[in-house]
């Protein structure tokens, strides 16, 4: 695996001096509100970054899991994939976090946050491990943002190409080669 890594952008020691910073700046936000906070990670991307969040903040917390996936249908081309959303788990007036690996176009995001208000939540707030400000569009937000980076692709921690690469334990660029 190591060697499809063409360079690290985001060594393991630097983002989780990252994650533990976003832990603060988290708990400082839903210190008061009891266990009445829910995370909602989308999965399969988020993983990586939820389990190591989640064990640095000391609140009491539910998980409910989010699925975006795509549906084959009589999509064309240049019109938005076809979704299906998913929620496991209960939202309802509860005080919600999501977490999600990146924010890139923002059209899973704005979907998935448009689908928990419907279950009118408490409050509703966002985490992203990661941002690409040049491509993000401004009605979708973020309130935790661990890094900007550059509009690049990127495995690891998480982040797959194929399905692939998600062990890898730092946040890289693959040889472009294996790029299509
Ligand atoms: P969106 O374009 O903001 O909707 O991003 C949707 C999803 O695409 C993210 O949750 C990621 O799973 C995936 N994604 C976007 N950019 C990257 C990337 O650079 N590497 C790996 N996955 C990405
Ligand atoms: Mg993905």
Do not use: C, W
Not at 59 to 75: H, N, T, W
Not at 104 to 118: C, E, F, H, N, P
């Amino acid at each position: 695996m190591d060697r499809d890594i063409d360079r690290i952008l985001l060594h393991h020691d630097q983002i989780s001096e990252r994650v533990r910073q976003l832990a603060v700046d988290i708990a400082a936000v839903y210190d008061h509100i009891g266990p009445t906070l829910t995370l909602v990670p989308i999965l399969s991307g988020s993983i990586i970054f939820l389990a190591d969040l989640i064990r640095e903040l000391p609140l009491k917390m539910k998980i409910a899991l989010v699925q975006v996936s795509a549906y084959p249908g009589k999509s064309v081309e240049a019109q938005e994939p076809q979704t299906t959303i998913e929620l496991f788990g209960d939202v309802d007036g509860r005080h919600v976090l999501i977490v999600d690996d990146i924010l890139d176009s923002g059209r899973t995001l704005r979907k998935v946050q448009a689908m928990v208000r419907r279950h009118q939540p408490a409050s509703l707030r966002t985490a992203v491990l990661l941002r690409k400000p040049s491509k993000a569009p401004p009605d979708v937000q973020a309130d935790f943002v661990g890094f900007d980076i550059e509009d690049l692709f990127v495995v690891g921690y998480g982040l797959d190409f194929g399905d692939l690469y998600r062990n890898f334990p730092h946040i890289g660029v693959l040889r472009p080669e294996l790029m299509p």
